[in-house]
């Protein structure tokens, strides 16, 4: 085939060159028909439409003049005087550094022997091998290192046959015990990759871990080998860090683990020991800890001549698969650049590949008859093709002050004015439209897939790194609410059980769960005192503990049997709740067989007040339905948490007992409801328009009836409202919502340490979006509340609203719960807000 050549003898986009690309002139008129549709709509400002992998440059692409990396690759900058990539610029800067995550090879022996001394394995480690070159030296190596080494091979239907012939001979002649393992359904996990990728290295990857995983924990041996290149680990695993700054090799070490935890967790479960696999054994990377190049590999190989032939049935980039080139086809039509770029790059940077050997393999066209028969084989759209180009659009555009349309609604607009092959499956919001004298200036557009295509991927647009205003420690001020809640000694979690439309799979269901925890810090959050100075302090959790996923089967159980189970079932899940360790939150998927399934949610309330909920619940169930669409997981930007300042929370809970003020007997117990009273639909929505709204009025119906029973003109009360949001930034997450200490009536001299917790928790079930796959369960005779824990007041009274009614219920120990009962004090302040409510309803026109 011919090809054309560009600098440095490089020729230019092979891996499309027999495809059904479009001209420069039709790529234009594609882009602009599919702007001019978007601009119709009334609430776009602006739009841009870029047509991914297509090139409207006459010239060839720039390059860097160190690496060769191609200038066009996403986030990559290239200087203007000097010609040299931002990413040599920052191994310029950051070598020792970067160096310093990489050790020797005496740190690997020690590190795998010293877990298998630990686990009394048989084997020090089980090596993923492949029968190519990176893995045949590692193997060598180990055992040279005298090691005892097991070998595993996943067979994913499009290995090379001459790298399986190597496996079988260097095995037999190592004395080696090895395993070859298959997966029925990889085909569909090569298609699931490549939607949410572009790349079936992805999948391949997963299911090879999944697989020696499960082998190795079965098997007893505490460590997985991998063969992964030091410029497959830059890019992988290290280069979002870096990318922040982030140079720290212990902290990146601590959030990888953390990463390959949630990595294996949400994905396709084996068997029935994923979860402990996941836990019990480690991956190490061999290369991490060899600096060895490319000739010293295949120097090696050469004295094993009569072991290792090297295969000719394989991919250009791969020493072992075939199915390797449709990843490059598919990358680069549908990304737009060579999924190897920046990992063989990173080789050359290193000094383990020469840059004209780096450019050989970048450049050199796949086979593209084969590839094409490849992607029918396992189900893929050719996006080659006249009807896959929508598969390559990526639509940007800002919507007007005021405007509400977002990318659902624009989606729909696009589908009714354009052809269905010219739908844009990629869609981004952008605040403004980068332009240089009108011309979009396209380097600086966000690639809609940034994060895609990363074997061990933190971030589902979140990252298990992040952490907001962190100080030195890692740690950040706790918020208001937060700070109330934990010096209160309160543990309240809040419940709620939502329908399905139908029966989802709990791995969607986990992934869904894990793209929201990730999205949202609140809900990896744990709580300590500082020890230097005793402060209230916030730190990020592991996400892999903050996502715990469960699911029961009520199946076989009669309906009726479902309200006390569901009530047991809410309070073992608060009881694993642990704000220390930053697990906030449990889910359950409930099956019941042929009914619709049913989700149960519990999360504590330093992660979620009541506003919380229904932006928990949108994400929560867009982040399903992308799932479950095979899409990669978009959710809104949240709003930052607020800080504590000076005073909020505190109250005047350190105040002692002021002369005409109400003082209640000290509790002597856990507190118990005492009762119940549920005020009319009516009378609920009349005390809302009360001024200061129902708390208050609830607060004014304690103070006359408790200094009726216990004496006393005035009454100091700890008040949280959550259905107080006035102010409240929009996709606010977390506790933010503080109590504040009132004393009624205004006005009344001194000061008394607060009698009475009022808390109005609203309605969570209101919260649930209109339109979503969830509704609020309606199940007789079911109570998710809880009592309330912990906390510093003898009388707890909490509101909360069910279809527009609401309730109080009053909480309290001996020997108060018995006085407020035979004064009958509840019922009074019941009947005390149905006259104020009517009264508010005569006098209201």
């Known amino acids: 085939m011919a090809q054309t050549v560009t600098q440095e003898g490089a020729p230019q986009d092979p891996a499309a060159a027999d495809s059904d690309l479009p001209s420069a002139e039709g790529i234009r008129l594609i882009e602009r028909q599919v702007e001019t549709a978007l601009a119709e709509h009334p609430d776009v400002l602006d739009a841009a439409v870029v047509f991914r992998g297509g090139t409207l440059e006459d010239a060839p692409p720039e390059l860097c003049v160190r690496c060769g990396m191609d200038g066009r690759y996403p986030g990559l900058e290239l200087d203007a005087d000097s010609g040299v990539c931002s990413l040599c610029t920052m191994y310029d800067e950051h070598r020792e550094e970067i160096h310093g995550y990489f050790g020797d090879v005496d740190a690997f022996t020690a590190r795998v022997r010293e877990r298998a001394a630990a686990a009394g394995s048989d084997y020090d480690c089980l090596l993923l091998f492949s029968g190519g070159k990176d893995s045949t030296y590692v193997l060598h190596q180990l055992v040279r290192l005298g090691l005892r080494v097991m070998t595993f091979t996943f067979d994913n239907g499009f290995i090379s046959r001459t790298a399986l012939e190597n496996v079988e001979t260097i095995t037999k002649a190592l004395g080696i015990e090895h395993v070859t393992s298959t997966r029925a359904d990889q085909n569909r996990i090569f298609v699931q990759s490549l939607k949410e990728h572009k790349s079936v290295c992805n999948g391949c990857f997963r299911s090879l871990l999944d697989l020696a995983n499960q082998l190795a924990y079965e098997r007893g041996i505490p460590s997985i080998v991998t063969g992964l290149s030091r410029g497959q680990i830059i890019d992988e695993r290290l280069l979002w860090f870096y990318r922040q700054g982030d140079f720290d090799a212990e902290r990146i070490e601590e959030q990888l683990a953390v990463g390959r935890q949630i990595y294996h967790r949400v994905g396709d479960q084996i068997g029935s020991g994923s979860d402990q696999a996941v836990d019990e054994v480690e991956v190490v990377d061999y ?98 093709t006249r009807e896959a180009l929508g598969n390559r659009l990526a639509a940007y555009f800002v919507v007007r002050e005021g405007a509400t349309a977002g990318e659902s609604e624009l989606r729909a607009a696009a589908a009714a004015w354009l052809p269905e092959f010219l739908h844009p499956e990629h869609w981004v919001q952008l605040a403004e439209i980068p332009r240089s004298r009108g011309v979009v200036t396209r380097r600086e557009l966000p690639d809609p897939l940034d994060g895609a295509g990363k074997r061990l991927q933190l971030s589902a647009h979140g990252s298990a790194a992040r952490a907001t205003a962190a100080d030195g420690d890692g740690t950040a001020p706790v918020t208001a609410a937060q700070y109330a809640l934990l010096e ?348 104020h409510a009517q009264n508010i309803q005569e006098h209201t026109p």
């Open 488 to 835: 209160s000694g309160r543990t309240g979690a809040r419940a709620l059980l939502l329908d399905l439309d139908d029966r989802p799979e709990l791995v969607d269901v986990r992934r869904a769960v894990l793209a929201v925890v990730l999205h949202h810090e609140a809900l990896r959050s744990r709580f300590a005192r500082r020890e230097a100075d005793g402060q209230w302090r916030r730190g990020m959790a592991a996400a892999a503990s903050a996502v715990p996923v469960a699911a029961i089967d009520l199946t076989r159980r009669p309906e009726q049997d479902e309200p006390a189970l569901l009530r047991a079932l809410g309070r073992r899940l608060r009881e694993r709740l642990d704000p220390a360790a930053g697990t906030l939150a449990q889910v359950v998927l409930v099956e019941r067989g042929d009914r619709p399934a049913r989700l149960l949610l519990v999360v504590h309330e330093l992660a979620a007040d009541t506003a919380s909920w229904r932006v928990l619940l949108e994400d929560l169930a867009s982040a399903l339905a992308q799932v479950r669409a095979d899409t990669p997981v978009t959710l809104p930007p949240t709003a930052p948490a607020p800080e504590l300042s000076s005073g909020d929370g505190t109250g005047a809970d350190e105040g002692a007992a002021a002369d005409g003020h109400t003082v209640l007997p000290a509790a002597e117990g856990p507190p118990a409801r005492l009762d119940g009273t549920t005020l009319s639909v009516a009378d609920s929505r009349a005390l809302t328009d009360a001024p200061g709204g129902t708390a208050l009025a609830v607060a004014a119906a304690l103070q006359e009836a408790l200094g009726a029973a216990f004496g006393g003109t005035a009454l100091t009360l700890t008040v949280t409202d959550h259905t107080a949001t006035a102010g409240r930034p929009e996709r606010l997450i977390g506790a933010a919502t503080a109590p504040r200490t009132v004393t009624l009536p205004a006005g009344a001299a001194g000061e008394a340490r607060p009698a009475v917790a009022l808390t109005h928790l609203g309605d969570a079930a209101a919260s649930v979006p209109e339109g979503s796959v969830f509704r609020a369960a309606g199940v007789p005779g079911l109570s998710l509340e809880a009592a309330p824990t912990g906390g510093h007041h003898p009388l707890e009274v909490v509101l909360h609203e069910r279809d527009g009614a609401l309730t109080v219920d009053w909480w309290s120990a001996d020997p108060l719960s018995r006085e407020l009962a035979a004064s009958g004090t509840p019922q009074q302040v019941a009947n005390w807000l149905t006259s």
């Open 287 to 384: 290369y991490r800890y060899s600096d060895v190049t490319k000739d010293d590999i295949r120097a090696l190989l050469a004295e094993t001549s009569q072991l290792w032939s090297a295969p000719k049935d394989t991919g250009f980039c791969s020493s072992n698969c075939m199915i390797n080139d449709v990843g490059v086809y598919v990358h680069k039509l549908e990304r737009g650049f060579h999924n190897y770029e920046s990992p063989t790059r990173w080789e050359v940077r290193l000094g383990h590949l020469a840059r004209a050997e780096a450019d050989a393999e970048l450049r050199t066209p796949v086979n593209i008859h084969r590839v094409k028969s490849m992607l029918a084989r396992i189900g893929y759209t050719d996006p080659g």
